[in-house]
């Protein structure tokens, strides 16, 4: 797993590569703390990632209800067809922001 962190107008963009799963989310989850921390809106973009877990799944709630907390906003972006059905069975799709691209992405948090 390979975490990409990227600044894009006033936005921490995260690029997720490769398989998140118990052995790979710990990264997630401090990049993604890390990235909340520091304020500004951040964007999940899930183009490279392969493969989530249920392990993969509870840190990006974990990052949710952080920015929340935190009032940060915070999206999901350009996930692959699989891994799309992935928040979609699990129920996910509906807790987290979703957008199809990058650029809807930014457009949607700047907002």
Known sequence: MQVNAD????VSVL?????MDSSTSPVVD??????????????LDLGALEYISSAGLRVLLKAAKQAQSAKV?????NAAPAVREI??????STLLKMHGTRGEG???IRQ
């Open 7 to 10: 600044q894009e107008d006033g």
């Open 106 to 108: 930014l457009a949607a």
């Open 73 to 77: 906003r915070f999206a999901v972006c």
């Open 15 to 19: 690029a997720l590569d490769g398989r």
């Open 30 to 43: 401090q990049q993604l703390s890390t990235a909340i921390g520091g304020g500004q809106p951040v964007l």
């Open 87 to 92: 928040f979609d069975v699990s129920g996910f």
